[in-house]
């Protein structure tokens, strides 16, 4: 969705501009104090775990946090495609690590392209069928592709399921001229047992295990191959795995979660609790920094209140929006007590409220979020804004 905003050129810096009175509501807001709490917690806990931070962008499409992330600190950007992957590197990101497979013609010469421009391209590799593709392509067009072999889990999505399967396809890359084993990477998210912490650090295990058992069989190129893992809930229990075997010594390790950056009031506000429970000297915290401003719009019954926000503007998976803080002119700021949203449409959201509230057409709601990747995709532009919710950069968006 395009904000309507008269402010300066978008992706310029600007200030003094009210987000409350001169910016067309609804709009997808980022909290500067927030962000930056964010990005220098999450690279310090890298850091202190011996790991970089290869930060999952396809959450936010947005350069302007691109280019934040790399300055703390990032070793790169992870994408999801290889359209991600070219928005990416056209606004001045050059080591992508795309965590999927490339597969088809078309998205083979994205991939290309960005080989020929200079980028530092990773994809991941799960079969003999797509790496025999692959080096089809690559080495007709003279290039080499740096590849990871994915290890992936039962039930699951991609990814080999055994280290067998990993062991024959890494010897099968190293036959084919035009692909270069460059580490393992997994994904434990999709982990849902009823021990998930102790399910996943297993995991963690097996792709330690995994990548060491292909390095003593010299079937990993370079000098620090990659081992990455590491999703936006569970990061700290690769990260414990990463430490304990201190790969630091003779791997690249790389943390990749995406959704930090800005995390939520829900999803990810749960997860964070979790991990403080699992790590109690943990010291600080992720903070919410991603809301939805929208206006009342109609009162038309008792009790219920319509905001003119819906489905094209917030994410309603896998939570609906919380509403947090409620503004009018000429008052402070007020928490949005009692109130409830129990439904979203694609323009209009109803929101439950106390009968007795002093709701007013044209009030404006501040609204938290779960899941941010849900939301961030509906918007061309987000607006970063400071603690008096002035407006002080316009972000676009590269979805």
């Known amino acids: 969705m395009q904000i309507q905003i008269d402010l300066v050129e978008k992706g310029s810096p600007i200030g003094g501009r009210s987000l409350l009175q001169d910016v067309a ?40 946090l691109f280019r934040r992330q790399l300055a703390a600190g990032a070793w790169g950007i992870t994408l999801a495609t290889a359209t991600q992957c070219t928005a990416a590197f056209e606004h001045g990101v050059s080591r992508l690590l795309m965590a999927n497979q490339l597969v088809g013609a078309a998205n083979m010469e994205l991939a ?20 025999e593709a692959l080096n089809g392509y690559f080495a007709e067009r003279g290039l080499t592709l740096q590849v990871l072999l994915e290890l992936g889990i039962s039930g699951g999505r991609t990814g080999v399921r055994t280290e067998a399967e990993a062991m024959a396809l890494a010897a099968k890359i190293a036959a084919l001229p035009a692909l270069r084993l460059c580490g393992v990477e997994g994904y434990e998210g999709l982990i849902h047992t009823t021990d998930a912490a102790r399910d996943i650090r297993a995991y963690a295990e097996r792709l330690v295990a995994l990548a060491r058992a292909l390095r003593e069989a010299a079937l990993l190129h370079g000098a620090k191959p990659i081992v990455t893992a590491a999703g936006s809930q569970w990061f700290d229990l690769i990260a414990e795995a990463f430490q304990r075997h201190d790969l630091v010594a003779s791997f690249t390790p790389l943390l990749r979660p995406g959704c930090y950056v800005t995390h939520d009031h829900r999803l990810y506000r749960d997860a964070m609790r979790e991990l403080k429970l699992r790590q109690p000297d943990l010291v600080g915290g992720l903070q919410p920094a991603l809301a939805v401003f929208a206006r009342i719009q109609s009162l038309p019954e008792p009790g219920t209140a319509i905001v003119a926000m819906g489905k094209r503007d917030v994410s309603c998976d896998p939570d609906l929006p919380l509403p947090l803080q409620r503004y009018r002119a000429g008052r402070p700021p007020r928490p949005c007590t009692g109130a409830r949203v129990r439904g979203v449409m694609d323009q209009h959201t109803l929101m439950e409220i106390d009968r007795d509230d002093d709701v007013a057409i044209g009030d ?24 008096r919710l002035e407006v002080i950069e316009v972000m676009p968006t590269c979805f």
């Open 25 to 64: 509501l609804p709009a997808a807001v980022v909290l500067a104090a927030p962000l930056a709490n964010n990005l220098a917690w999450m690279q310090d806990f890298a850091e202190r775990h011996g790991a970089r931070l290869a930060p999952h962008g396809k959450t936010t499409m947005t350069p302007a």
């Open 112 to 131: 290309a392209r960005l080989i020929r421009r200079g980028a530092d391209y990773y994809c991941l590799v799960d079969s003999i069928a797509n790496v």
């Open 364 to 387: 404006i709601i501040c609204f938290g979020t779960s899941h941010p990747c849900l939301t961030f995709d509906k918007w061309r532009q987000v607006l970063l804004v400071n603690d």
